[in-house]
């Protein structure tokens, strides 16, 4: 499942299964599972994204005809908004003058 700090389970992430001829997504459930189907076989790459989590990517996911692809814990981290103070504060300066 997809897990974040201190191991908890990630619910509400949107992955997107992508290869050369095929596309899918879903949510992840309050487990942090997610389900993806039906996939062509192939090798594919999974974006995790969700608005408080930094995007993370797992390339080469192998999925075969008629089984159950488990990739087991893919761990996802906090987006670091202090990132983002400085240019809101810089735009608020502009707006007020100060």
Known sequence: GITALLQEPVEGAFVTALNAGDVSGAFSDAKGFVLLSPL????????????DLDPAVVRGADVKPGEVTDLG????YPRRFIDYIP????Q???QTGR
């Open 40 to 51: 062509l076989p192939g090798r594919y790459d999974l974006w995790i994204e969700r608005a």
């Open 73 to 76: 814990e893919i761990d996802v």
């Open 87 to 90: 240019l809101l504060w810089k």
């Open 92 to 94: 608020s300066q502009r």
